[in-house]
C-alpha cells in the first residue's frame, strides 16, 4: 500500500502542478527560481516581495512546475507598476531564448507613458490601444484571457483590447510564429531607462 501510494504521488508530481480552475501564483514573491532570465540577468532583482526591472533589455520566462510550464486556454492576472518612461511585456505562448526579442507567441503592451504610441493592454502589433487608461507611479492589474483564438485583455477589470486570430483580415504574411498555440510566459526588460515592479503573476486555466 505504501508503495502504492509513493507511486501515486511521483506520477502526480510528475505532472507538475494543475493550475486547474484556480488561481496559482507563478512568482513567490522570494526569489526567481521558477524564471530562466535571457541575456541580461541583473536586470531583474527580487525586492521587498516585489519583481524589480531595472536594467537592459532582458526576458523572465516562466520554466517552473505549473501546469507543467505550458498553457494554452488560460487566464493570466498580473498586478504591476510602471515608472515614468517604462516600457515591458507579458509575453504568452512563447518559449525560451537566448536572445533579442521572443519570436514565439505575443506580447501584452506595458507603457503609459513611453514614446512607443502603443500603450498598455495592446496584443503588440496586432490590436493596439493608443489609449493610456492607467498612471506611472500606481498598482493596476492585467488580465489576460484567452479561450481558442480569442484574445482579451483587462487593465483594472475593465476590457480594453479583443483580438480573434481568425477573424483577423490584415494580419501579416510575415507574423511568423506569433500566433495562438500553446507555451509559457514571459516578462520584459525593455531598456536601461524602464523601471517596472510586479507585485504579482497568477494564472488559471479551464
Known sequence: MKKLLALMILFTTSLGIKAQDQWISLFNGKDL??????????????????????????????????NGGVF????????????PKANSGIFFHTVYQEKGWPEKGYEV??????????KSGSLYSFNDVRETYVNDGEWYTTHIIVKGDHVTVKLNGQTVMEYVESADENRPEN?????????????QAHDPESVIYYKSIKVKVP
Open 33 to 66: 527560481q521558477d524564471w530562466k532570465i535571457s541575456e541580461n540577468p541583473n536586470s531583474f532583482t527580487v525586492e521587498d516581495g516585489l519583481i524589480k526591472i531595472d536594467g537592459p533589455r532582458a526576458h523572465a520566462f516562466y520554466v517552473g512546475e505549473v
Open 109 to 118: 503592451q506595458v507603457n503609459q507613458s513611453h514614446g512607443d504610441w502603443r
Open 175 to 187: 507574423a511568423g510564429e506569433k500566433r495562438i498555440d500553446k507555451g509559457t510566459f514571459a516578462i
Open 72 to 83: 494554452q486556454d488560460f487566464e493570466l492576472m498580473v498586478e504591476l507598476k510602471t515608472m
